[in-house]
């Protein structure tokens, strides 16, 4: 007689396939496997247009202001006012009597003076801050992934849902050009999180880490496109 089967039907073969497949994705290669595999799932999902994050559909119009290339001024040194941009639910917040804000004891002229360079460089600082901070918690051994892409996820959601809202508020005179402003620099952390995000799930924190030391993360991105812009505009030799 031959030996027995050790699986005597379809449903013990599928059970014992089951458990099997569980075994392996508790080893180290099975973890790469299944990292390998949720990065692909990812950009399928994220292949849809106007898609910042699986699930997250945004206007077309947030995307291109996520692009513009924004003046900030390098000397200004205040912390605030952020416009609302910075504590949840991220609604905008009038920044009141310009009068007030910190001026750079050092001019440079034209657009880079103005309120919109003021105010953006206060977005561009805290920007930066916030960069490094998840560039530091990114890289961590230690990092939930699954944890954090809910949070960032909830970020971006409730980025958007505040973006939308503004854009929507009907504009007062004399806060036409701070909303105006917030609209950008809210586009603009909006997309540069979820892609921040993104390169991290895409590449893992291997490459996500290598892409920080070269300067190749969003916002590191954004900081050369702003030093560019100052040079082609900004002369102090005239």
Same mark, same amino acid.
């Given at each position: 007689m031959g030996r027995r089967a050790t699986h005597l039907t379809a449903a013990a073969k599928m059970a014992a396939k089951r458990l099997q497949a569980k075994k392996y994705r508790a080893t180290e290669?099975? !973890?790469?496997? /299944? =990292?390998?595999?949720?990065?692909?799932?990812?950009?399928?999902? $994220? =292949? #849809?247009?106007? $898609?910042?994050?699986?699930?997250?559909?945004?206007? !077309?119009? @947030? @995307?291109? /202001?996520?692009?513009?290339?924004? /003046?900030? !001024?390098?000397?200004?040194? !205040? =912390?605030?006012? #952020? @416009?609302?941009?910075?504590?949840?639910? %991220?609604?905008f917040e009038v920044p009141g009597n310009y009068d007030l804000l910190e001026r750079p004891s050092e001019a440079a002229g034209g657009d880079w003076d103005s309120n919109s360079a003021l105010l953006g460089?206060?977005?561009?600082?805290?920007?930066?801050?916030?960069? *490094?901070?998840? %560039? &530091?918690? *990114?890289?961590? $051994?230690?990092? &939930?992934?699954?944890e954090t892409a809910i949070l960032v996820s909830q970020e971006v959601a409730v980025r958007i849902q505040a973006w939308e809202q503004l854009r929507a508020m009907p504009v007062i005179d004399q806060d036409a050009e701070a909303m105006e402003l917030a609209l950008d620099w809210g586009a603009k952390i909006a997309c540069m999180l979820a892609k921040e995000w993104e390169h991290h799930i895409q590449g893992g924190a291997t490459e996500y880490a290598a892409s920080g030391r070269s300067g190749n993360l969003p916002w590191q991105l954004m900081m050369k496109d702003v030093m560019r812009l100052f040079g082609e505009e900004v002369d102090y030799g005239s």
């Open positions: 290669g099975g !973890s790469h496997a /299944r =990292a390998k595999e949720n990065r692909g799932q990812y950009r399928k999902r $994220t =292949a #849809l247009k106007n $898609t910042l994050l699986p699930g997250l559909p945004v206007c !077309s119009e @947030l @995307l291109h /202001r996520g692009k513009k290339m924004l /003046r900030a !001024s390098f000397a200004v040194q !205040s =912390a605030g006012p #952020l @416009l609302g941009l910075w504590n949840p639910p %991220y609604q460089g206060i977005q561009y600082n805290k920007i930066v801050s916030v960069g *490094w901070d998840h %560039y &530091d918690e *990114w890289c961590g $051994t230690g990092l &939930d992934e699954e």
